[in-house]
C-alpha cells in the first residue's frame, strides 16, 4: 500500500523558516517526480515546486529566491526548505508524487503570522 507522509508544518512568524518533508513508502516503481502543492482556502490549488528524476526544478515566481525544493532517491523522499516565510504563504501543503500514477498526499498546514 502506498503511503505519503508529510511532516514540518506548523506555525511560524513572518521571516521564519520551516522545512517540510514527504516520504513515500510502498512504491515499487520509479518515481519521476515530486512536487509540493499549496492550497489556501478559497483558492485553487497551485503548484510550489516541483523536482524531476534528473534533478530539474520547477519553482512558482511567488517563492524564487525564498523555497528550496530537494529529494533523496534512496529515501523516495522529498524537502522543501521554506525561508524568508510571508503571511500569503499560508496554505496546506500537500506532497505529490508521479510514479506508475499519481499520488498525494493529505496535506501539512503551514500558517505564517504577521
Known amino acids: 500500500q502506498v503511503q505519503l507522509v508529510e511532516s514540518g508544518g506548523g506555525s511560524v512568524q513572518a521571516g521564519g523558516s520551516l522545512r517540510l518533508s514527504c516520504a513515500a513508502s510502498?512504491?515499487?516503481?520509479?518515481?519521476?517526480?515530486m512536487a509540493w502543492y499549496r492550497q489556501a482556502p478559497g483558492n485553487q490549488r497551485e503548484l510550489v515546486a516541483s523536482?524531476?528524476?534528473?534533478?530539474?526544478?520547477i519553482y512558482a515566481d511567488s517563492v524564487k529566491g525564498r523555497f528550496t525544493i530537494s529529494r533523496d532517491n534512496t529515501k523516495n523522499t522529498v524537502y522543501l526548505q521554506m525561508n524568508s516565510l510571508k503571511p500569503e504563504d499560508t496554505a496546506a501543503y500537500l506532497c505529490?508524487?508521479?510514479?506508475?500514477?499519481?499520488?498525494w498526499g493529505q496535506g501539512t498546514q503551514v500558517t505564517v503570522s504577521s
Open positions: 510502498g512504491i515499487t516503481w520509479s518515481i519521476s517526480k
Open positions: 523536482i524531476h528524476s534528473g534533478g530539474i526544478t
Open positions: 505529490y508524487v508521479v510514479a506508475n500514477r499519481v499520488y
